[in-house]
């Protein structure tokens, strides 16, 4: 199966499929349903929904409330690190841009996972992480 990776960058879309993230990063990617155990934040979901909490940075914005979910998916790799961020569902807010890359920035900034395993052995899985953004 293709699997079709964008960012918007200047409303420009950028695909890759799961061979090029395979020949990238030099060893097959897994989906995470295929994997015996998934990748795991340190501390588990709770966790990994404090650190966005904590990390993600709002513009200045005057105005109004607003409430967006970005998706985006990563690489957890075999040693538990998060590499090529892409975001595979923009939310629908003014100043998407700063929200897209603020999402990648923020998941690329993650501390190590566990990895997920195939076998008992670590490998490389695909995930997605929503990513919420609010003002009240």
């Not at 293709?2 to 990063?25: A, G, H, P, S």
């Not at 993650?110 to 052995?121: D, E, L, T, Y």
């Amino acid at each position: 199966a293709v699997f079709n990776l964008y960012y918007k960058q200047k409303d420009t879309l950028i695909y890759n499929t799961r061979k090029d993230l395979e020949r990238m990063l030099g060893g097959k990617v897994y989906q995470c349903n295929d994997c015996d155990e998934r990748p795991e934040f340190p501390g588990g979901a709770n966790e990994l929904m404090k650190f966005l909490g904590k990390n993600i940075n709002y513009p200045p914005i005057s105005g109004d409330h607003f409430h967006t979910r970005i998706l985006v998916q990563c690489v957890i790799d075999k040693d538990g690190s998060v590499k090529d961020a892409k975001v595979i569902r923009p939310g629908d807010v003014m100043n998407g841009d700063y929200y897209v890359r603020e999402s990648i920035r923020v998941v690329s900034s993650m501390p190590k996972w566990k990895p997920g395993k195939v076998g008992g052995k670590p490998v490389a899985c695909l995930f997605t992480i929503p990513v919420m953004f609010r003002l009240l």
